[in-house]
């Protein structure tokens, strides 16, 4: 059986483990588009957009609800991909185990 030493010591392993994961993450991006292309937004692993595309054709005076429309579309779906890609990063290093508290480490 583990002393209370050897479980600490774990722990304290597995959070810089952690830690170390969560920097590489806020470096990496995801990118996602909505109509057709015609908006591309990036996001990064800190849950920040830091760009958004949008080709000229698709820029209509008339109809700015689409636009805005498909701008968010497409950032909600870069931040999905984002978190999609912590929590995979997270199933390696718990192995997939639930432990309470682990999915607010980012």
């Known amino acids: 059986m583990k002393g209370l030493g050897d479980i600490m ?28 292309g015609m ?4 996001a990064n ?6 760009s958004v595309r949008v ?3 698709i820029v209509d005076p008339e109809d700015k609800e689409m636009l805005e429309d498909l701008v968010l579309a497409a950032a909600n779906e870069a931040l999905r991909k984002v978190q999609k ?10 192995g997939g185990l639930k432990i309470p508290g682990m999915p607010n480490v980012f």
């Open 9 to 36: 010591q774990q722990a304290q392993k597995m959070q810089a483990t952690l830690s170390q994961m969560n920097k590489e993450v806020e470096k990496k991006t995801a990118e996602a588009s909505a109509g057709g």
């Open 39 to 42: 908006v591309t937004v990036v």
């Open 45 to 50: 692993g800190k849950g920040e957009l830091v």
């Open 55 to 57: 080709e000229k054709e």
């Open 85 to 94: 890609l912590k929590e995979e990063e997270l199933k390696k290093v718990t």
